[in-house]
């Protein structure tokens, strides 16, 4: 049984707002703030956007490159850290916006910036024991970070959806193995009711997202016997731009296995679907063949690593969708600092 | 409330997608979808049929005194859109940096249309984004 990636989508809003805005408003050095994060802008969402709506734009476009119906798909998770609705789950909206059937398992999933892997881990289960046939995880967020923050320059808005599937002929990327590295660190939190998150500053670097994701990356490299060199890419949770860059090398990756899907210094970071946009970026350019490493990162904390093999069948399917690369470059729409505060609902009437 | 959510409910269907039907006898499409064929009556085959969303504006206007629901986000447009098979429907128009005209092209896009104050129900409904 072949089990993978038989379909994937991928949605950023159009809005951006650039570092120098942010840091306009604050009275800080926007080339520092640049160079230390490496980000340059990031994707926010226009009023009308949130966690839902852009988990159903990935969904509706993962359909479309898998080629299949929304009827066909046997369960969804969404993970986010910013549900609409604290109670009442995003994945069954996502179900009837894509005409899924009643007969669906489906849960919202959280796990900081990891929930959307999780949800994948959970259908590779379900598909490997041929539960379903289809199923789909979405990791999607519109990410909170309090004005004045450090958090506010990176905190970007996106997802991307990933159907999971069991036949060979359909497979595009075979996911031949995971392993997650798991422990109760307290780097990063939001409380129930609270409208920002909150973070240990330094603390959310070395023993959080460095000893978790190479944690789980020497884990998978250990399971599978590969080394950095097998895999023509490599996506790392990209919280900034500095962070995948420095774990890459820690581990023994060069720049052009990760820069591919390294996003984050044009949208952001976008939580949850921050490495699994990455990985629809690596996607859009592999060839049958390649072998790729995802590792994502959640605070709290966690991260979640796989070995992917790329399959024939991505040539045709790809070209269904936008390339995600040409999706952020155009038509992009730049906002200044009151209109992110007003789409963002920090400001109202 | 209560009103309002079983009201919302019964028609997340056609809020959240564009379904019609096709009368498979003349090739008519028709959103919202017919119980009966106008050209065909009681030779009608009406099957369901998802539309695609394509279209282009046929006429539009721009909201300046909005409903309560919609103050946040007005001045917003709004307009009658021809769908590529064939359907007018009306739906809001997202510009995305851009001037709603007659004759350009929109493509259909989940967003929310608005959400019952801080405690109660998010509204979902299809708009349209010009491409």
């Known amino acids: 049984m072949t089990v993978g990636i038989v379909g994937y989508g991928a949605y950023v809003p159009s809005f951006r707002i650039k570092v120098e805005e942010i840091a306009r408003v604050w009275h800080t050095d926007p080339a520092s703030i640049r160079e230390g994060l490496n980000v340059m802008e990031k994707a926010v969402p226009d009023a009308d956007e949130d966690a839902a709506t852009i988990a159903v734009e990935a969904a509706r476009r993962a359909l479309t490159s898998a080629g299949i119906s929304g009827d066909k798909i046997e369960a969804i998770y969404v993970g986010s850290e910013s549900h609409p609705y604290a109670v009442k789950p995003t994945a069954t909206i996502v179900a009837k916006a894509i005409s899924s059937n009643p007969r669906l398992m489906a849960a919202d999933l959280e796990f900081a910036c990891k929930a959307g892997t999780a949800g994948i881990q959970i259908l590779l289960g379900f598909a490997k024991s041929g539960m379903i046939r289809y199923g789909m995880s979405i990791g999607a967020d519109t990410s909170q970070g309090r004005p004045g923050d450090a958090l506010e320059y990176t905190t970007g808005a996106g997802g991307a959806a990933y159907i999971i599937g069991n036949a060979k002929s359909e497979v595009i990327a075979e996911i031949t193995n995971t392993a997650s590295y798991t422990t109760d660190t307290p780097d990063f939190w939001r409380r129930d009711g609270a409208e920002f998150p909150s973070h240990s500053g330094r603390f959310t670097g070395e023993p959080a997202y460095f000893k978790h994701v190479v944690g789980a990356t020497e884990l998978i490299l250990k399971d599978t016997g590969m080394r950095p060199s097998d895999f023509a890419y490599a996506v790392f949770h990209q919280p900034n731009g500095k962070f995948p860059i420095n774990v890459a090398k820690q581990l023994g990756f060069e720049m052009k296995q990760i820069e591919q899907g390294l996003l984050v210094p044009l949208i952001g970071n976008t939580y949850s679907g921050s490495s699994l946009l990455g990985l629809a970026a690596v996607l859009d350019v592999a060839k049958p063949g390649d072998k790729v490493l995802v590792t994502s990162f959640g605070s709290g904390a966690g991260s979640d690593s796989f070995v992917l093999e790329i399959k024939e069948p991505i040539e045709k399917k790809r070209a269904r969708t936008v390339p995600v690369r040409q999706m952020i470059s155009a038509g992009k729409i730049y906002v200044d600092y009151a209109m992110y505060l007003k789409n963002k609902g920090f400001i109202v009437k | ?131």
């Open chain 2, 1 to 131: 409330m209560e009103r309002t959510t079983a009201r919302a409910w019964r028609k997340f269907g056609s809020r959240y997608n564009l379904i019609g039907n096709k009368c498979e006898n003349c090739g008519e499409v028709y959103f919202p979808p017919r119980v009966v064929c106008r050209n065909c009556g009681r030779n009608s085959k009406l099957v369901e049929k998802r539309l695609s969303g394509s279209g282009t504006i046929y006429s539009f206007t721009k909201i300046r005194s909005p409903p309560d629901n919609f103050s946040d986000i007005a001045p917003y447009t709004v307009g009658i859109i021809q769908l590529d098979e064939g359907p007018k429907v009306e739906g809001h128009i997202i510009e995305n940096g851009k001037q709603a005209e007659i004759g350009a092209r929109v493509k259909m896009m989940f967003r929310k249309m608005y959400a019952e104050g801080g405690e109660g129900m998010i509204h979902y409904h299809y708009k349209f984004v010009i491409e």
